[in-house]
């Protein structure tokens, strides 16, 4: 009943939302942060994923993101990320509002995404500005560590995603926040939500009235506040759900 029903509420959607995370990119091959064999149950995230850790040592920086960056290059879109795309060419959804950093929704056809943490596509010179694609700067890294930038000769380029302790994006946070205010149907999708502002945006459109639904592997600290919840994993949950909603003209 819960597929059914979180097919209903899609398909009266009209301002829908949904909020990913790591969890929707599990099943093209990237690692999740928390949860069993989660990055962080290898590594300290301070340590290794904050800005005053980059600035200290970037070398160290990008040994940890040459492996998570690698697997990301070569990551393709899932049927998860389809789904959304679909959800939001039919207009049940109007934006992706996402903590990864991958660029999936965008190569599966997600035309809104909202980057709340950033992305892992460009790298950009602390020093000088000088920006190129992170798939440039990957190729490199046998030879080069920490990478150094091809304008000034720097050594602090850094993937523009936003590290622990850096500012939030602004204009998405305002721009996330904004649709949930407004949104009917909010669709979390693979996200533990504990990282604040965007474990927020939930919370915010719960608050307005929105019917809420979780898909997540594990129970997550929202699930009381959903109208569906469904344990399970987001590339077969998701177009299951899709299967379920009535036929779009
Ligand atoms: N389908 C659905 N959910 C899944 C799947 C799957 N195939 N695989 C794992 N999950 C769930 C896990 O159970 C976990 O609860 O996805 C969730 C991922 O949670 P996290 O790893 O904490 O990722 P996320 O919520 O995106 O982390 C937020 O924390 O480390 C920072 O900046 C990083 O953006 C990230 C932020």
Known sequence: MTIQHAADLLSSARRGLALTGAGVSAESGIPTFRGEGGLWTRYDPVKVASINYFMSDPAAYWKVSKERGGVALAAKPNPAHQALARLESEGHISAVATQNTDGLHQDSGS????????????????????????????????????????????????????LFGEPMPQVAVREAFDLAGQADVMLVVGSSLVVFPAAEVPLIAV???????????????????AEVVIHGRAGEVLPEILRAMPISA
């Open 111 to 162: 035309k809104r995404v909202i980057e709340l943490h950033g992305s892992g596509r460009m790298v950009e010179c602390l020093d000088c500005g000088h920006r190129e694609s992170r798939a440039q700067v990957q190729k490199r890294l046998d030879d080069e560590m920490p990478p150094r930038c091809p304008a000034c000769s720097g050594t602090f380029l850094k993937p523009t995603v936003i």
């Open 207 to 225: 608050r307005s009235g929105a019917a809420m639904i979780v898909i997540n592997a594990e129970p997550t600290p929202v699930d009381r506040l």
